[in-house]
Structures are given as structure tokens and as C-alpha cells.
Antibody, heavy 118, light 107 residues
Framework: QVQLQESGPGLVKPSQTLSLTCNVSGGSITSGAYHWTWIRQHPGKGLEWIANIYYSGSTYSNPSLRSRVTTSLDTSKNQFSLKLSSVTAADTAVYYC??????????WGQGTPVTVSS | DIQMTQSPSSLSASVGDRVTLTCRASQSITNYLNWFQQKAGKGPNLLIYGASRLQIGVPSRFSGSGSGTDFTLTISSLQPEDFAIYYCQQTYSFPLTFGQGTKVEIK
């Protein structure tokens, strides 16, 4: 059974960089059949796609965030990561990682809440 | 960007009711449409992919239909565990976008 688990600081100061990691168990992130996704949800709001990361190294990210988003894969740890720079209060959200197969996210993490505040 | 519009934004229904939720895309997305269920405090759960394909493990009372710009999610007989928020998502083109959600509440 595939499981994903987000981790990272729950509190980040404005203008700093938010760093999150998603640990994948029950499957390998090196499988070319899948790609890996970050999505966030602002408090009481809907879902916002952040980025897809492919084993090839390609990344597609939301244009609204692209200049601030960095993603990476750590195959030795079977993890993938998200960095979001220059955060503001508008980046306060629950961040989810997910596995995507054939255009649908079939396994999700439980989500990690992040608050941006001084 | 492709805009996804769900209707209604909320509805009240009783256990056993047949419920239909609608999702409309601002341009054709062929069948690149997924439906997710989200319960309070939990991550989304995939119900339907490719507009009409039932994800493994999802009860058969859920069904999806549509293509192009108009899609529906139907729950044939609403169960207590179905009270949640439902989101549609297009994966036809980047940036991937979601609808604003439909909240299904108990009448």
C-alpha cells in the first residue's frame, strides 16, 4: 500500500523559504509510471495545484507561483521536496503531496499545515 | 487557465437520495476530469478519473459522466459517510485547476 507523508515546519516567518518534504513508502519514486505532485489548500478554501515533478527531472509548476517554487527528488531517501521562497501570509495553507498516475492523483498525504507569521 | 465551475456550491440531501453535482469547464477538456471527495480534516480522496472511471475501492453508487465542457458526478443513494465536499479537477492542460467545491450536507 502506497503511503505519503508530508513533513516540515508548521511556522515560517514572512520573506523566508518554506521547505517541505514528502516521504513515499510502499513504492519507488523512481518508477517512470508516476509523477509527484504538490497541492495546497488555503484555510476554508478550495484546492490549488502547485507543481508536478517527474523522474526525468522535469517540473511543471503553477505560473502564479513559478518564480518562487523549487522542487526536487531524493531517490536515496525515496522522497521529494518543495521549496517556496519569499513567503507571505497568503502562503498560509495546508500543503499536500500526492502521487499522480495517468493524469490523476490517486494517493495523497494527510497534509501538513503551514502558517506564515512573524 | 481553464476555469472550473461547480454547481451548486452546497446542497442539503437526505440519506437515500439521488444526488447530482455538476462541473463545467471554461473550454473543452475532453475527458480529462477527475472527482475528489474531501471530509473534514482529511486529504482529498479520488473517486472518479477520466470523467467516468471509478477508482478502485470506491463504492459503485458513485458515477461520473460527461465530456468536453460539462460533467456530472452522481451519487445514486446517498449514505451517511458521503456527506463531504466534492471537487472536480481538470488535467487537460497546465496549470491544473480545481472547481471551488460542492458541499453536501445532511437535510
Amino acid at each position: 500500500q502506497v503511503q505519503l507523508q508530508e513533513s516540515g515546519p508548521g511556522l515560517v516567518k514572512p520573506s523566508q523559504t518554506l521547505s517541505l518534504t514528502c516521504n513515499v513508502s510502499g513504492g519507488s519514486i523512481t518508477s517512470g509510471a508516476y509523477h509527484w505532485t504538490w497541492i495546497r489548500q488555503h484555510p476554508g478554501k478550495g484546492l490549488e495545484w502547485i507543481a508536478n515533478i517527474y523522474y526525468s527531472g522535469s517540473t511543471y509548476s503553477n505560473p502564479s507561483l513559478r518564480s518562487r517554487v523549487t522542487t526536487s527528488l531524493d531517490t536515496s531517501k525515496n522522497q521529494f521536496s518543495l521549496k517556496l521562497s519569499s513567503v507571505t501570509a497568503a502562503d498560509t495553507a495546508v500543503y499536500y503531496c500526492a502521487r499522480t498516475f495517468n493524469n490523476y492523483a490517486d494517493y495523497w498525504g494527510q497534509g501538513t499545515p503551514v502558517t506564515v507569521s512573524s | 487557465d481553464i476555469q472550473m465551475t461547480q454547481s451548486p456550491s452546497s446542497l442539503s440531501a437526505s440519506v437515500g437520495d439521488r444526488v447530482t453535482l455538476t462541473c463545467r469547464a471554461s473550454q473543452s477538456i475532453t475527458n480529462y476530469l477527475n472527482w475528489f471527495q474531501q471530509k473534514a480534516g482529511k486529504g482529498p480522496n479520488l473517486l472518479i478519473y477520466g470523467a467516468s472511471r471509478l477508482q478502485i475501492g470506491v463504492p459503485s453508487r458513485f458515477s461520473g459522466s460527461g465530456s468536453g465542457t460539462d460533467f456530472t458526478l452522481t451519487i445514486s443513494s446517498l449514505q451517511p459517510e458521503d456527506f463531504a465536499i466534492y471537487y472536480c479537477q481538470q488535467t487537460y492542460s497546465f496549470p491544473l485547476t480545481f472547481g471551488q467545491g460542492t458541499k453536501v450536507e445532511i437535510k
